[in-house]
């Protein structure tokens, strides 16, 4: 094979690749792009197969894998956020911007024991207010009170104003079943008018856990009149 015929085979194999390569990125880009738009307007049925085949053909973007993971969660598809979650994380182990949509995905899916592992992989990159609070939340919904309230009462020492911080103060008390602490912070919550019709169902439910028959059917009443 002489040099010419030689290099006419290479100039073809580039412009092979080069071209593939092109109309792949570009057929990427615009089903990523269709799939994202539904995505935004939560339409997830649609954006599902969109988002599948941008997935597809560039497996290396992370953009579209965490799309398509939280489309999983959204439908509450669980066994395939899980498997997509964990091809994520290994792809990008170190990455704590990862690490807290997978938490968060978790969350979504209701797999409060994994979404804590991730919280606290989080947390050990990045100490900030938001992780701190969510991982009380999935704390408590595995019944692990004490240290889900240890981590709100040091939230609220840095924001002792923040109403939503005390509401899940009040519930996790009223979760553990120390019912006197819950009545007081419900109470303090409705003295400053917040979520008043919320809170007021919350404190009548806990006045009737703890035996306050007479006051919690006083307060349903005034629930009921609102």
Do not use: C
């Not at 995905?105 to 919280?119: C, L, R, S």
Request: proline letters at 3%; zero cysteines.
């Amino acid at each position: 094979m002489n040099r010419k015929v030689l290099l006419s085979i290479t100039v073809s194999a580039i412009i092979f690749v080069t071209t593939f390569v092109f109309n792949q990125t570009q057929s990427f880009y615009k089903v990523f792009a269709q799939g994202k738009k539904y995505f935004e307007k939560r339409e997830y049925q649609q954006a599902l197969p969109l988002l599948i085949s941008a997935v597809n053909i560039k497996p290396e973007d992370k953009n579209s894998s965490i799309y398509l993971l939280w489309t999983y969660a959204n439908l509450g598809a669980k066994k395939e956020a899980s498997e997509l979650a964990k091809i994520i994380v290994k792809k990008y182990p170190e990455d704590p911007l990862v690490a807290e949509q997978i938490a968060d995905a978790y969350y979504k899916i209701i797999d409060y024991k994994i979404a804590e592992k991730f919280y606290r992989k989080v947390l050990e990159k990045k100490d900030t207010l938001v992780i701190k609070k969510k991982l009380a939340e999935v704390l408590m919904w595995q019944e692990k009170y004490d240290d889900g309230i240890s981590i709100i009462k040091e939230l609220l020492k840095a924001d002792p104003n923040d109403l939503n911080l005390t509401e899940l103060l009040a519930d996790s008390y009223s979760w553990e079943n120390d019912y006197s602490k819950a009545i007081e912070l419900y109470n303090e919550l409705l003295n400053k008018n917040f979520r008043p019709e919320y809170i007021m169902l919350k404190l009548a439910d806990t006045l009737r856990h703890s035996g306050k028959n007479e006051e919690a059917i006083k307060l349903y009443r005034k629930y009921l009149e609102r």
